[in-house]
């Protein structure tokens, strides 16, 4: 569909997000909490933590949640029985303020989701998320969108994609999805006709810090480098990169029993984790972390692109931002691409 | 920190250690941890007030462990920790050379651990104002306050684990939480499944958390988890008496004594 370009004032934005909220729409949206930026519920349109380059957690939670209750069970006289998942519970839900590596997240992930067995979960949440991306006008070392195919503007996984104009702080508002015509036609009255805009003056500048083609490349015959040793000697091997990243879609399955009733869960699990592959006999193919981290960069950026034609990273930086000991995953990607192999 | 460049890079020219342990530059104006392997390595060493990440954690890991003879960079709560980890038979002098760095910034060697152990025991554990505070405010709540404290403050946790990671004193092989024949903690990071394990959590590192803050600062979510080891620590003090690592193995939490007070069972 053609791209529907309008502008939105300042002052609209707060109205639309009324206008949304009193159509009984569920909005979730960056908010601040300690510290750090989260999405959450809000009903109030002043605790959005605007212009924030980041959240410190990324918006797959809306699809994917960190624990998914699956199904639950009881055990009685008569037999077994089961509850399954009832998509009937999921409301219908906006996302407000997300980047644009994070909407192409939703589309990294609905690969995997998607890729033999269609996930009817994930897809029916996903389904009732109308996605209203902003676009970046700042960015940080850890930013690597454009060395991914993204970039700081980038519409792909937005409903609407709002583009800061600069001071005045109207918004550039491209309407993009039937969704997006949805929301648009609640608020029509905001939004005025957008003229001539060179959208990509109001855009972060993020430089591209590796060739993705040649790294790639390099990945097919890295596999047995010495150098993975070095490059994550320094890992804890906890799981804050794959929990906060938007594009890794690991998950455990766990039953919780209670008494004669129970209950089973989708949880995340992270390649990071020793346990992650350790098998009943006691042995462990990823048995020291320089093999999880492999894992993890192969997974991204090899066989991710071979198996299901899309990267797994999105270069949003997270992973790199919150590490705990500062593993710079754009670090590695840089030395392996610069190896010679 | 020329001193400390100077004495690594000896100890790596004479082969005395196989690794020094310390702080490089990092990404982000963070800093990170060196394994200087080669005398010229030993340049990239730095210290300053951003080195707050407990070191200790490292020198219980397999890969770093493989390397041979280890020395550490340790600031108060690292060589806090090595006695610890010392007094559970994680290292020893064998396998560990402590580079002490005084609160002063001074670059102290130590020839064994028990003249580690001695300058340790020169400055007791004190928690900071803020949070002692913070523990005096939550301990007047009422205990339903105290509960929707917990749980709103645990709610957003996603059970990464670097809490567990970053804390030297979680050095276990298999953490409880991992066990899933039977399993003892809910592994989903629901309301039940957050609590069960930061409680399991500070009731292990009972008697042995040298209140480093490592695990608060590895959170990605700035949970304050610490206030539990915390609370853990001003109520060892206030019931057992002092509250140092030893290298004796004397455990606060897990030595009996016929004359304990046990006023908890009454």
Not at chain 1, 270 to 290: E, I, K, M, Y
Request: charged residues 25%; glycine residues 6%; proline residues 4%.
């Amino acid at each position: 569909m053609n791209i529907d370009k309008h502008i939105i004032r300042k002052d609209s934005l707060e109205k639309l997000f009324d206008i949304l909220r009193q159509n009984s729409k569920t909005i979730y949206a960056p908010v601040s909490r300690n510290s750090k930026v989260i999405f959450r519920k809000t009903d109030n349109f002043a605790e959005i933590a605007a212009g924030c380059i980041q959240t410190d957690i990324s918006s797959k939670e809306i699809a994917f949640p960190r624990t998914e209750r699956l199904l639950d069970y009881s055990r009685s006289a008569d037999g077994i029985s089961v509850k399954g998942f009832d998509s009937g519970d999921i409301p219908e839900i906006v996302l407000w303020g997300v980047r644009p590596c994070d909407t192409v997240g939703i589309g990294e992930l609905s690969a995997i989701f998607n890729w033999d067995y269609k996930d009817g979960i994930y897809n029916n949440r996903l389904s009732k998320v109308t996605v209203l991306g902003f676009s970046c006008s700042k960015a940080d070392e850890y930013c690597f969108c454009t060395s991914v195919g993204g970039n700081p503007g980038n519409t792909a996984g937005s409903d609407i994609l709002f583009t800061r104009l600069g001071d005045n702080g109207d918004f550039l508002a491209e309407v993009l999805t039937e969704k997006g015509i949805a929301v648009f036609a609640l608020a029509t009255g905001f939004f005025e006709k957008a003229g001539e805009i060179k959208k990509e003056e109001f855009l972060a500048e993020v430089p591209v810090r590796f060739n993705l083609e040649v790294l790639s490349n390099n990945l097919e015959k890295f596999f047995e480098s010495g150098q993975w040793v070095d490059l994550s000697l320094k890992c804890l091997g906890c799981g804050v990169c794959a929990y906060v990243c938007p594009a890794c879609a690991c998950f455990d399955i766990q039953d919780e029993a209670h008494g004669r009733k129970g209950s089973r869960f989708r949880c995340w699990d992270s390649c990071a984790f020793s346990l992650f592959t350790l098998h009943t006999s006691g042995h462990n193919p990823r048995d020291v972390q320089s093999q999880r981290w492999r894992q993890r960069i192969m997974h991204k950026f090899s066989y991710m692109p071979d198996r299901l034609s899309v990267y797994g990273c999105t270069g949003c930086g997270r992973c790199s931002r919150a590490c705990p000991a500062d593993m710079n995953i754009l670090e590695s990607l840089i030395s392996i691409q610069e190896a010679n192999v | 920190m020329d001193d400390l460049r100077k004495r690594a890079k000896e100890l790596l020219e004479t082969s005395a250690v196989k690794v020094v342990i310390g702080y490089e530059d990092g990404s982000g104006g963070k800093t990170r941890t060196l394994f200087a392997e080669k005398p010229e390595d030993a340049a990239r060493l730095i210290f300053d007030s951003r080195c707050v990440m407990n070191l200790a954690a490292y020198v219980t890991k397999r890969e770093i462990k493989e390397k041979g003879r280890m020395a550490i960079a340790a600031t108060l709560p690292v060589m806090r920790s090595i006695i610890q980890l010392a007094s559970e038979f994680q290292v020893s002098n064998d396998n560990l050379l402590v580079l002490g760095i005084t609160p002063e910034s001074k670059l102290l060697e130590f020839t064994d651990l028990s003249e580690v152990e001695k300058f340790v025991h020169q400055y007791q554990i004190e928690i900071e104002a803020r949070n002692k505070e913070m523990l005096e405010k939550l301990e007047k709540m009422t205990p339903a306050g105290r509960w929707k404290f917990w749980t709103d403050e645990l709610s957003p946790c996603i059970k990464c684990y670097a809490c567990r990671a970053a804390c030297p004193m979680c050095y276990c092989s298999r953490c409880t939480v991992d066990f899933n024949q039977p399993q003892w903690i809910p592994v989903p990071s629901h309301q039940l499944g957050n609590l069960e394990w930061h409680f399991m959590r500070a009731v292990h590192l009972t008697g042995r958390c040298i209140d480093c803050n490592a695990c608060f600062n590895a959170c990605p979510l700035a949970i304050p988890l610490n206030l539990l080891t915390k609370k853990m620590i001003e109520d060892v003090k206030a019931n057992f008496g002092g509250y140092q690592p030893t290298l004796t193995g004397e455990h606060l939490m897990s030595t009996y004594k016929p004359d304990d007070k046990e006023n908890f069972i009454q």
